[in-house]
C-alpha cells in the first residue's frame, strides 16, 4: 500500500502564489505516477495535475495550464503543485494522489490523501 501526505495549503489573496508539496511512502515501487485533485463545496472532484516519476512527463487541466506547475523529487518521493497566480475560484481542498500510470491518475484511481484546503480572497 502507498500512503500519501499533502502540506503547504493556506489562505491567500488572489494574484498570490502557494506551494502544496505531497509526501509518498510505502510500496511507492507500485506507483508510477502522482497527481493532484480539488473539489470545491457543492462542486464535482476534478483534475487538476498530474507527473510521471520515471519521466517527468506532465499533465495539467486547461483551467490551470500556465499558472499552476508540477514536479517531483524522484529521491524523495515527493511531488510538488507551484500555484501562481491564484484565484477565488481555485478556492478547494486539494487532493494528492499516487497511482500505477498517469492515465490511472487521471481517472482517479490510486491512493489518496486526506487534502491540503487552499483558499484565495478575492
Known amino acids: 500500500q502507498v500512503q500519501v501526505v499533502e502540506s503547504g495549503g493556506g489562505l491567500v489573496q488572489a494574484g498570490g502564489s502557494l506551494r502544496l508539496t505531497c509526501a509518498a511512502s510505502g510500496r511507492t515501487f507500485s506507483s508510477e505516477a502522482m497527481g493532484w485533485f480539488r473539489q470545491a463545496p457543492g462542486k464535482e472532484r476534478e483534475f487538476v495535475a498530474a507527473?510521471?516519476?520515471?519521466?517527468?512527463?506532465?499533465s495539467y487541466a486547461n483551467s490551470v495550464k500556465g499558472r499552476f506547475t508540477i514536479s517531483r523529487d524522484s529521491a524523495k518521493r515527493t511531488v510538488y503543485l507551484q500555484m501562481n497566480s491564484l484565484k477565488a475560484e481555485d478556492t478547494a481542498l486539494y487532493y494528492c494522489?499516487?497511482?500505477?500510470?498517469?492515465?490511472?491518475?487521471?481517472?482517479?484511481?490510486?491512493?489518496w490523501g486526506r487534502g491540503a484546503q487552499v483558499t484565495v480572497s478575492s
Open positions: 494522489v499516487a497511482a500505477k500510470s498517469i492515465a490511472q491518475v487521471a481517472a482517479a484511481h490510486g491512493y
Open positions: 507527473v510521471v516519476w520515471s519521466s517527468g512527463l506532465t
